[in-house]
T-cell receptor, first 114, second 108 residues
Framework: DVKVTQSSRYLVKRTGEKVFLECVQDMDHENMFWYRQDPGLGLRLIYFSYDVKMKEKGDIPEGYSVSREKKERFSLILESASTNQTSMYLC?????????????FGPGTRLTVT | GEDVEQSLFLSVREGDSSVINCTYTDSSSTYLYWYKQEPGAGLQLLTYIFSNMDMKQDQRLTVLLNKKDKHLSLRIADTQTGDSAIYFCAEAGTALIFGKGTTLSVSS
């Protein structure tokens, strides 16, 4: 079974702090994604990566950056956390191939910025 | 632009069938997906359908695809309280585009 893990289930940070959210997948998938999920807005893509050291902006990249130094790990960085970044953050991965959009999700990190 | 639309809420009684509807806009989508999210959890892939199919059945789940109308539906037969969750429709365009999710509430 594909396993996608996220470093924390719940996180509370203060405004202005630098925040790291880590995601690790164990199935050698090329593609990795970061989404945020907010009530009434569904899932919105922040960034994705299709290879080590490669990254592409999604729909809402402002205020975020990412790092992919190893194939299995994709980090989301909030350089200076703000209250409007309070959200559920979901990481996903997928392989290349005809079903490359069949994404496997981690359990999510609920981030609260106070 | 690409957009996936779903109704936000559906309420059914235990034992009834549930039908969750979705419309999408990208006619070139090759795959369409249904994901389920239980409270406090990530998304779990339920089923998917390839765009050259009209129907796919998997135990209690039936997916119907009407390409002409760009309409996708998920039918859950004999709905149980454990089916209570948010269901997301998604289409594979330049990236995976999700609908906002339909919250299914099952009462006993």
């Amino acid at each position: 079974d594909v396993k996608v893990t996220q470093s924390s289930r719940y996180l509370v940070k203060r405004t202005g702090e630098k925040v790291f959210l880590e995601c690790v997948q164990d199935m050698d998938h090329e593609n990795m994604f970061w989404y945020r999920q907010d009530p009434g807005l569904g899932l919105r893509l922040i960034y994705f990566s299709y290879d080590v050291k490669m990254k592409e902006k999604g729909d809402i990249p402002e205020g975020y950056s990412v790092s992919r130094e190893k194939k299995e790990r994709f980090s989301l960085i909030l350089e200076s956390a703000s209250t409007n970044q309070t959200s559920m953050y979901l990481c996903a991965s997928s392989p290349w191939g005809t079903s490359s959009y069949e994404q496997y999700f981690g359990p999510g990190t609920r981030l609260t910025v106070t | 632009g690409e957009d996936v639309e779903q109704s936000l809420f559906l309420s059914v009684r235990e034992g009834d069938s549930s039908v969750i509807n979705c419309t999408y806009t990208d006619s070139s989508s090759t795959y369409l997906y249904w994901y389920k999210q239980e409270p406090g959890a990530g998304l779990q892939l339920l089923t998917y359908i390839f765009s050259n199919m009209d129907m796919k059945q998997d135990q209690r789940l039936t997916v119907l695809l009407n390409k002409k109308d760009k309409h996708l539906s998920l039918r859950i037969a004999d709905t149980q309280t454990g089916d209570s969750a948010i269901y997301f429709c998604a289409e594979a365009g330049t990236a995976l585009i999700f609908g906002k999710g339909t919250t299914l509430s099952v009462s006993s």
